[in-house]
């Protein structure tokens, strides 16, 4: 049995970290949300540009990210602010039912300088309380974490990538909940993975999922050379969407997957599963997403080098690509290029993931930690009224 | 000799340089699921770490192989040897206005 140590929350969800974070829940309330950062230590700002005049599937779509990301087992306690009451109070009510200390806080009849006052005051005593809580010992079969791939080259899919699969087959066995998505970057091998949906309703889920996020890109009719693949996968020698998806689906590892969920499905309660989560590629989306479903933990392999990292998600940066571990050597978290090389097998470059992983949920800071790489990006799905 | 390219499944006609190639090299592939010897061909030009060799020699609108998948089509006959990338290989899913 293998254990870390983590902060257990009121809902019984364990996180890798302790913060007491400040959601905007509109644009216009940023510079509040900057505000209370200035004045009270140990507040994380996410600031992002949404929410005015969002509609239907769209705002819904906010509401669980923001409100994930508030309830996510890496945060202790949240403020939540926002131009009108009424959503403060309604993102607010969505996280406290996890039972997490949460103040709601609008701007409209105070201003910014009262609103940062009054949430400020709330948040020194929400901080100081947080800095009390303790690590515990906890089984590793507690963690959900997610797995995506960025600026891939091919080295992600000879090395990086079957090496992360080898750890995510390892931390699923072990009872771990493991989440990867990039619905487009499955073009070419979207029925290799829905060959690894045992349950036909999932996997009937799973092609309608598929076919609507593609038919919006085919329907463009645009030239996808420089987006899918990027310029930075063309570089590393990437040519076409198919050749990239048969190297993103390495880091599967090879447990079926038993949960396939759309953007706005929570992740149900359960232990050892490989879940699908419809997104974009992107990989900051895909990160944000995946922390408001309840990632705690995000395993990031990269090619040509990626920089991303979370507010609040540790991102592990791993690379098989010798010229990247050189050049990009502050980004990169754990070098598997032995393995592009031979000199270590798939197995061995699986394990020293695994093992930088525990040293990561004991409370080693990540290279996008220290680097304060802090992307927030809430997917949009359509235009706003 | 040491390998210089790998190969992820036997009916792949295009291995991946893992480590810088220079042309007129005669070069070893290693198939990557046993590390078993591949085949040897000579670089028609530089291939770049990560980039692809051909194997053997393809035709115009033949399919290229890797991970036993089709990954797209020649868009030209590609000799042994040749750098194969997006100057000669398109996607045969997302292939918008060049099909």
């Given at each position: 049995?293998?254990?870390?140590?983590?902060?257990?929350?009121?809902?019984?969800?364990?996180?890798?970290?302790?913060?007491?974070?400040?959601?905007?829940?509109?644009?216009?309330?940023?510079?509040?949300?900057?505000?209370?950062?200035?004045?009270?230590?140990?507040?994380?700002?996410?600031?992002h540009p949404y929410g005015?005049l969002q509609f239907g599937r769209d705002l819904q779509l906010l509401f669980h990210i923001l409100?994930?990301?508030?309830?996510?087992?890496?945060?202790?306690?949240?403020?939540?602010?926002?131009?009108?009451?009424?959503?403060?109070?309604?993102?607010?009510?969505?996280?406290?039912?996890?039972?997490?200390?949460?103040?709601?806080?609008?701007?409209?009849?105070?201003?910014?300088?009262?609103?940062?006052?009054?949430?400020?005051?709330?948040?020194?005593?929400?901080?100081?309380?947080?800095?009390?809580?303790?690590?515990?010992?906890?089984?590793?079969?507690?963690?959900?974490?997610?797995?995506?791939?960025?600026?891939?080259?091919?080295?992600?899919?000879?090395?990086?990538?079957?090496?992360?699969?080898?750890?995510?087959?390892?931390?699923?066995?072990?009872?771990?909940?493991?989440?990867?998505g990039?619905t487009s970057?499955?073009?070419?091998?979207?029925?290799?993975?829905?060959?690894?949906?045992?349950?036909?309703?999932?996997?009937?889920?799973?092609?309608?999922i598929?076919?609507e996020y593609?038919s919006v890109i085919?329907a463009?009719?645009?030239?996808?050379?420089?987006?899918?693949?990027?310029?930075?996968?063309?570089?590393?020698?990437?040519?076409?969407?198919?050749?990239?998806?048969?190297?993103?689906?390495?880091?599967?590892?090879?447990?079926?997957?038993?949960?396939?969920?759309d953007y706005l499905d929570?992740?149900?309660?359960?232990?050892?599963?490989?879940?699908?989560v419809n997104t974009s590629?992107a990989?900051?989306e895909f990160?944000t997403l995946?922390?408001a479903?309840?990632?705690?933990?995000?395993?990031?392999?990269?090619?040509?080098?990626?920089?991303?990292?979370?507010?609040?998600?540790?991102?592990?940066?791993?690379?098989?690509?010798?010229?990247?571990?050189?050049?990009?050597?502050?980004?990169?978290?754990?070098?598997?290029?032995?393995?592009?090389?031979?000199?270590?097998?798939?197995?061995?470059?699986?394990?020293?993931?695994?093992?930088?992983?525990?040293?990561?949920?004991?409370?080693?800071?990540?290279?996008?930690?220290?680097?304060?790489?802090?992307?927030?990006s809430p997917i949009k799905l359509y235009i706003s009224a | 000799?040491?390998?210089?390219?790998?190969?992820?499944?036997?009916?792949?006609?295009?291995?991946?340089?893992?480590?810088?190639?220079?042309?007129?090299?005669?070069?070893?592939?290693?198939?990557?699921?046993?590390?078993?010897?591949?085949?040897?061909?000579?670089?028609?030009?530089?291939?770049?770490?990560?980039?692809?060799?051909?194997?053997?020699?393809?035709?115009?609108?033949?399919?290229?192989?890797?991970?036993?998948?089709?990954?797209?089509?020649?868009?030209?006959?590609?000799?042994?040897?040749?750098?194969?990338?997006?100057?000669?290989?398109?996607?045969?899913?997302?292939?918008?206005?060049?099909?």
């Amino acid at each position: 049995m293998r254990t870390f140590k983590g902060y257990i929350r009121e809902d019984g969800r364990v996180g890798v970290r302790n913060y007491v974070v400040a959601i905007p829940v509109d644009d216009l309330s940023n510079t509040a949300v900057l505000g209370i950062a200035k004045l009270v230590k140990g507040v994380v700002p996410i600031p992002h540009p949404y929410g005015r005049l969002q509609f239907g599937r769209d705002l819904q779509l906010l509401f669980h990210i923001l409100a994930g990301t508030g309830s996510n087992p890496n945060v202790a306690a949240a403020i939540v602010v926002g131009i009108d009451e009424s959503w403060s109070n309604k993102v607010a009510d969505m996280i406290a039912r996890t039972g997490k200390p949460v103040e709601a806080i609008s701007i409209e009849g105070r201003g910014d300088l009262k609103a940062i006052e009054t949430a400020s005051r709330k948040a020194v005593k929400l901080v100081q309380e947080a800095s009390e809580k303790q690590r515990t010992e906890v089984d590793v079969s507690a963690l959900t974490a997610s797995i995506k791939c960025g600026e891939s080259d091919t080295t992600s899919g000879l090395a990086s990538n079957p090496a992360l699969g080898a750890a995510v087959d390892r931390l699923i066995d072990m009872g771990a909940t493991v989440m990867f998505g990039e619905t487009s970057e499955l073009t070419g091998a979207e029925d290799i993975v829905a060959s690894r949906i045992p349950d036909p309703a999932l996997r009937e889920k799973f092609y309608k999922i598929y076919r609507e996020y593609v038919s919006v890109i085919e329907a463009e009719g645009a030239e996808m050379l420089g987006s899918q693949p990027t310029e930075g996968n063309i570089k590393g020698g990437i040519s076409t969407i198919e050749e990239k998806a048969l190297g993103n689906i390495q880091k599967l590892g090879t447990k079926p997957i038993t949960c396939v969920l759309d953007y706005l499905d929570p992740l149900p309660p359960g232990k050892g599963r490989l879940c699908f989560v419809n997104t974009s590629s992107a990989a900051a989306e895909f990160i944000t997403l995946a922390a408001a479903k309840g990632s705690v933990l995000h395993f990031f392999t990269t090619g040509q080098g990626n920089v991303v990292g979370h507010p609040i998600v540790p991102v592990i940066k791993i690379t098989a690509n010798p010229k990247t571990a050189a050049t990009m050597s502050e980004h990169i978290d754990v070098d598997v290029s032995d393995l592009l090389r031979l000199k270590i097998s798939v197995a061995e470059a699986g394990e020293r993931i695994l093992e930088y992983a525990f040293r990561v949920m004991n409370g080693r800071l990540t290279a996008a930690e220290v680097l304060q790489h802090e992307e927030f990006s809430p997917i949009k799905l359509y235009i706003s009224a | 000799m040491s390998f210089k390219f790998a190969i992820h499944h036997k009916a792949d006609n295009v291995g991946v340089a893992i480590e810088d190639i220079k042309a007129g090299e005669l070069v070893a592939g290693v198939y990557i699921e046993d590390r078993s010897p591949g085949p040897s061909v000579k670089a028609l030009e530089d291939i770049p770490l990560g980039h692809k060799i051909a194997l053997r020699d393809i035709e115009e609108g033949e399919v290229v192989v890797k991970y036993g998948r089709p990954i797209g089509k020649a868009t030209r006959k590609i000799r042994a040897g040749e750098h194969v990338h997006v100057h000669n290989l398109v996607s045969t899913r997302w292939n918008f206005g060049r099909r």
